[in-house]
């Protein structure tokens, strides 16, 4: 079963700034293999179900061993049976739609 | 690593009601052996970390078998390395401090 | 428009405790006058959406007086234009279809 | 009250492509002069709360008006009053600390 997340992490407990922890779970989700593409607020990973989920896994054990005590992750999970769609495709489908209507 | 979550399985393409497909959900959280809560807009469920992902994807699973041909989730988890919570010491820990207010 | 919320407020930069800010919110929501239930991993609140949401903003308000420098909520949107749906109603509905099926 | 909003609206019983009404959101937002950027599972906007909110509010009576009979959102808000932050700001920021590291 393919999957399109969106993961966002949020450490608790370590200050205001979260930004070295978001950073090193970039490099999880990379070494992982996994196609991503960081936003303002969450990344957008896709791949296999297992494969996906090891890494957000392996993201929160991660944060923790970088010395955050409490994480809370909120997470978008997409699956569909019907065809196979990726990210860009997603995007691509709403610019068409928006090209279509002639107001882009 | 332990876990509370709180889980919102939302099928595509197959009306408006979707209660037959949280029901559905519902009966595989239960039969897992995990502790769970239904609420208004999604279930609460904690447990160690592999089985309520195990979970939560057999749910995507058996919504697609029941002929969902899409499906968006929405997932909050919460871990902690400091101390050990179950999610009635939330609630808990809430109540406690209204009422040490006296605004309860 | 009316709607129901699931909202999940988490303060950043005051440690990782976060009760004292979640009752704050608590006592926001029922100063609204709104109906609202607290589970183990936010609060549903329903009303008319103009209400709802000023409450969400009086709480991110009341939460950075508090001291927080940083906010970061999950919100959970619900609205309907087919039939009147409350809180309670996705409850029974979910819970009518376990009985149907003999399973409760 | 300066919010950083990411954006994810689900019309039900439309069937399983809901691109129109994403696209339609895309001109909700746009119109109301908001800097914004879609991704693939949802839109990052920024701006006054009350403009945001209103915009939001907008995109649920839009995706009605076109036919939804529900709509299920999930919105993630992020404010801060100890320092201004943009969208690109937070990128740039995890970006910077990943070059630190010699990792990209």
Not at 27 to 47: F, K, P, Q, S
Not at 80 to 97: F, G, L, P
Request: glycine content about 8%; proline content about 3%; charged content about 20%.
């Amino acid at each position: 079963m393919h999957v399109i997340v969106d993961f966002c992490i949020v450490p608790l407990g370590v200050g205001v700034s979260v930004s070295a922890y978001v950073s090193a779970c970039q490099r999880v989700i990379r070494d992982a293999g996994l196609d991503h593409h960081m936003h303002a607020y969450g990344t957008n990973i896709e791949g296999p179900w297992d494969d996906v989920m090891a890494a957000v896994k392996r993201c929160h054990e991660e944060v923790h061993a970088m010395g955050a005590p409490r994480i809370t992750t909120t997470l978008k999970l997409g699956t569909r049976t019907d065809r196979e769609q990726h990210m860009q495709d997603k995007i691509d489908s709403v610019n068409a739609d928006l090209q279509g209507q002639g107001t882009v």
